[in-house]
């Protein structure tokens, strides 16, 4: 297999002082190839958010590394941080949050060739700065306008064309269609996929829609409280999940189809999520886990191949597909 | 009779951009023990829906100009405020999407719960305590006596829109609207208010009016659903033929453009365009600027909810043929 294009290894982000941090991301290994996208999905408070911040550089490791193209991210400032940001880009949740309202879109679109010069000429700006806006689906003379004068979807657009202008090799997403209306969301997603067909994007696509995650990943990693329970091809994830967790998540997905009503097996989970400050032992998924035994309280089961799911690799000692909760 | 009937709603809210039409002639009915969900996107009424029936229309800048909502034989526009605000919460209850937002930081969620008997003065066997102890019980909440004197940042968002909840069916009202309830919320979470709304809608024989977006969420609860576009409603069914075989063409482009969890689509179906200004709706049917089937007739008449089948109504010139 080539060499992949983003290579994480026993990544950890705790914050707090080191008598008690808080483990957001713990111990975190996993690759993403060239053209290849990585769903992750989990839930609130599971470490989705530091982890993206992480490899984006918007805050510093507590330890391991994350390399792209071979160069560690993690320790890198100045101008080698600089040329790994152009390789790296990221679209944001908030389309109302991250677009500097009192910039022209013009000015939004070239401002990243105004900080990495030698990608596109001046000359060129205006004419590059089109060829984007038809490649998002906007037009010509949206680029006199201010963020103000758009539409949610359309903001979301202008944040894609923004973060493809310096030619990046990674896209990560972080919830890029969850504040949008159902009907525009999948424009977006339309977008996204062709953008990544037409330029041989990698992806890290951040959700916590499942299906959408389906639709749009090659492979799906799935997170709980800073760790990495099961990761694997989507089919594998979502037709045989192994890991308890993973399969109640799928499980609790309502299904588009008032006749499966009932029907369907829900495995509800007790309690609440445990403190990141002071994770369960062994097993951080036992307190709520209906399959949990003394093992599990005593080792950390490792993230390996348990079941005969091509692919799947599940942190559980108990791993086990469940037919009745798989989503496909 | 139904137990609660809304007539032709136009409520209109003044805003920078001009005065601006948030319902345009809204008329649904619901039934005890029915669960009619209000599906629509950002903008498109639902919310404001419940502030009407709720009294909550903030006046101003808005105003209810038109219409009536009749709940057990008696017009609420038209009652005395004080007698429309004893009704709401009492026999009309709503539950909020924000429950850290709704609930008030400073009080334990026991002495709120307790609260809505106080308000309403109502007496219950075995005191206001034991029954909110019951309530919190109910609801699934672990150790309930230690729970019920602290303060809601003390709690999960699940367990705090589960108190949310609690709340909302103390008194046993007639009608519960629930305003995007479990929107905020993981999907685990999710699960379990959901579930619990089912329960208590099993047990108790109220209406229930449950506003949302999800379109999984509506196929797991609904009996009936009204579709919500701009203000208007452009279409009612029962839960199984609108995901069989809606008619108006907003309602197909919804179900097409969803992912689904159990096919591989190549590219999801989306609507074109976005939702329209509200100071500035097109001409005719809101929809036809983003509608695959629009015609000039479209532009010029606005179309209203007819009847296409027992319980069935669509507004468009050009509904979908049945399938």
């Known amino acids: 297999m080539t060499e992949p294009l983003l ?29 290849e996208t990585l769903g992750l999905v989990g839930e609130s408070g ?50 109302y949050q991250s677009l500097n309202p009192r910039m022209r879109v013009d000015r939004l679109i070239s401002e990243p060739w105004a900080l990495h010069p030698g990608i596109v000429p001046k000359s060129l700006w205006r004419a590059e700065t089109v060829k984007l806006l038809e490649s998002v689906g906007l037009r010509a003379e949206h680029a006199e306008r201010y963020p103000s004068e758009f539409s949610g979807g359309q903001r979301q657009r ?81 037709s045989a999940p192994a890991h308890p967790y993973t399969q109640a998540l799928l499980s609790a997905v309502p299904t588009p189809d008032p006749r499966l009503r009932g029907k369907r097996k829900r495995i509800v989970l007790q309690g609440d999520l445990p403190s990141p400050v002071n994770p369960p032992s062994g097993c951080r998924f036992r307190t709520r886990c209906w399959k949990a035994t003394s093992i599990c309280a005593e080792q950390e089961p490792a993230l390996t191949a348990r079941t005969s799911a091509h692919g799947l690799l599940t942190a559980c000692h108990h791993a086990e597909a469940d037919p009745a909760v798989a989503g496909e | ?77 038209q009652l005395p405020r004080q007698e429309r605000r004893d009704l709401c919460g009492d026999r009309i209850a709503l539950i909020f999407q924000d429950a850290l937002a709704a609930l008030n930081p400073v009080y334990p969620v026991g002495w709120q719960i307790a609260e809505m008997f106080r308000i309403h003065g109502r007496t219950v066997q075995g005191g206001v305590e034991k029954a909110v102890i019951d309530l919190l019980t109910a609801i699934g ?43 905020a919320l993981d999907v685990t979470i999710q699960a379990q208010v959901v579930d619990l709304l089912n329960a208590i809608r099993k047990r108790s024989d109220a209406g229930m009016i449950f506003i949302t977006h999800d379109l999984g969420v509506v196929a797991e609860l609904a009996d009936r659903v009204a579709v919500m576009y701009a203000g208007r409603i452009v279409e009612t069914a029962s839960v199984f033929e609108l995901f069989d075989d809606a008619r108006h063409p907003y309602s197909v482009g919804l179900l097409a453009s969803q992912p689904r969890m159990d096919t591989d689509e190549d590219e999801l179906v989306p609507i074109p365009g976005s939702a329209p200004n509200p100071a500035a709706l097109p001409s005719g049917c809101a929809f036809r600027t983003r509608c695959p089937r629009a015609e000039k007739l479209c532009a010029e008449v606005v179309p209203h909810l007819e009847t296409v089948g027992p319980g069935r109504e669509v507004a468009c010139h050009f509904p979908v043929s049945p399938a």
């Open chain 1, 158 to 238: 202008l944040g894609i064309a923004r973060a493809l202008t310096l030619n990046p090799t990674l896209l990560v997403c972080d919830e890029p269609v969850s504040a949008l209306d159902v009907s525009v969301q999948a424009q977006v997603v339309n977008l996204l996929s062709r953008l990544r067909r037409e330029r041989n994007l990698a992806m890290l696509f951040v959700a916590h829609d499942l299906a959408v995650v389906r639709h749009i990943s090659d492979r799906v990693m799935v997170m709980y409280l800073g760790k990495i329970i099961e990761t694997g091809p989507k089919h594998s994830i979502f």
């Open chain 1, 46 to 95: 599971c470490g989705k958010t530091s982890l993206v911040r992480t490899l984006l550089k918007l805050g510093p490791a507590t330890g391991g590394s994350a390399l792209i193209d071979g160069v560690d991210i993690t320790r890198s400032s100045g101008r080698q941080l600089h040329e790994l940001r152009r390789r790296m880009q990221v679209v944001f949740q908030d389309p």
């Open chain 1, 7 to 35: 290579k994480v290894q026993n990544l950890s982000r705790h914050f707090g002082g080191t008598s008690a941090p808080v483990r957001a991301v713990d111990d975190v290994s996993f690759e993403i190839a060239r053209g």
């Open chain 2, 141 to 183: 909440i672990p150790d309930p006596e230690r729970r019920a004197k602290q303060y809601p940042h003390e709690f999960s968002g699940g367990m705090r829109q589960r108190i949310m909840i609690a709340m909302a069916v103390a008194l046993e009202p007639d009608v519960i609207i629930a305003d995007e309830p479990t929107t």
């Open chain 2, 1 to 77: 009779m139904a137990l609660l009937e809304v007539n032709d709603l136009r409520v209109s809210f003044d805003t920078a951009a001009g005065r601006i039409l948030a319902l345009n002639g809204v008329s649904f009915s619901l039934n005890r023990g029915e669960v009619l969900a209000l599906l629509g996107e950002s903008g498109s009424g639902k919310s404001v829906t419940a502030s009407a029936i709720m009294d909550l229309v903030p006046n101003p800048p808005g105003a209810i100009d038109h219409g009536s909502i009749r709940f057990d034989g008696s017009e609420l526009l």
